[in-house]
């Protein structure tokens, strides 16, 4: 595989592996309590796919609707649409299963598939794999409806932390080759431009979420050797903002990333996007899947709010 660690210092990539080491354990007795699940409606459990990319075939999750709400989608001569999630955890984490709470929300209450790619992280590859398979994911769910009974013409993505990023980074790629762009986007707690300093990231927060040690590891692992004002690494550095799809950005008062999007939702709406912008206050990294639990049900359906109005959209 390209983009291999040899470039990465021993040092970082010794880091980046111990957290890869630690995530799965701290997910699982801090991001799966029952009581941050909100479907009401019997999601099965997902299949485990593959999907090919230009980096090679790369697992994934895919969480189908119930298949009631499939027949009401077939009644009105239309299929489902499908939403493209993607994962945080700092570029070094390969743990979609994190994001189940929300992927099961939305299949069950807004009535669409989900598809959540484990993409490549470090210090195993570096930029660009991770960006280039998510887009190729996102290109495969364009091509693949006619199998997979999805709709091609009401296909969203989006994702929190890195999975944020990431998704800015399928639309840039897909605006930079000319392919149609999701018809919305979720973005929660992320980040746009990587390449503002450390100092500009402040919580009022004594020990936040996310300090400078983890941006420090990201950049000398994950990020090492990138232009930091590529588009495709920093979406923020986009020169036309304005074409990318309505946005839903959340963010948290508490959270050292809260600055960037904020002024990338400035700069956004500025430039003509549709944007929708909502910062909790008193809430750090990862409010989506932490207590308290009405922050995290205010937050997941505001994103299943949005993109169910993308659907619903007379013109899709």
């Not at 794999?129 to 091609?152: H, K, M, P, R, S």
């Not at 990231?201 to 004594?206: G, H, L, Q």
């Not at 920093?234 to 999007?261: E, K, Q, V, W």
Request: aromatic share 8%.
């Amino acid at each position: 595989m390209p983009f291999k660690e040899s470039a990465v210092a021993w040092r970082p990539a010794l880091l980046a592996r111990f957290f890869q080491a630690a995530f799965p354990v701290l997910s699982r007795l801090l991001l799966e309590s029952p009581k941050l699940q909100f479907a009401t409606k019997p999601v099965a459990v997902p299949a485990r796919i593959t999907i090919p990319t230009r980096h090679g075939d790369i697992p994934a999750l895919l969480y189908s609707p119930v298949p009631a709400d499939i027949e009401a989608e077939r009644s009105v001569g239309r299929r489902p649409p499908v939403h493209l999630l993607l994962h945080g955890g700092a570029f070094a984490v390969r743990r979609p299963e994190q994001e189940d709470n929300v992927a099961r929300y939305l299949a069950s209450e807004v009535g669409c598939y989900v598809v959540l790619p484990d993409y490549d992280v470090s210090p195993q590859v570096r930029f660009p794999v991770a960006e280039q398979e998510c887009y190729d994911t996102y290109l495969w769910i364009l091509e693949q409806a006619g199998t997979w009974g999805w709709d091609e013409n009401r296909v969203s993505a989006g994702g929190a932390s890195a999975g944020a990023k990431l998704a800015l980074s399928v639309i840039v790629q897909a605006l930079q080759n000319g392919r149609p762009t999701p018809v919305a986007t979720s973005l929660e707690y992320g980040a746009s431009d990587l390449s503002l300093p450390d100092e500009s990231r402040t919580s009022p927060r004594k020990i936040p979420v996310i300090g400078p040690w983890m941006l420090r590891m990201i950049r000398e692992t994950y990020l090492v050797g990138a232009d930091l004002t590529d588009p495709v690494v920093s979406p923020a550095m986009y020169p036309n903002p304005g074409d990318f799809p309505p946005l839903l950005i959340l963010t948290g008062g508490l959270d050292t990333l809260r600055h960037d999007m904020r002024a990338f939702a400035e700069k956004a709406r500025a430039n003509g996007a549709e944007v929708t912008y909502h910062e909790f206050a008193g809430s750090d990294h990862g409010f989506t899947h932490f207590k308290p639990v009405e922050t995290a049900r205010t937050a997941i359906t505001m994103v299943g709010d949005h993109l169910r109005a993308a659907y619903d959209a007379p013109d899709r």
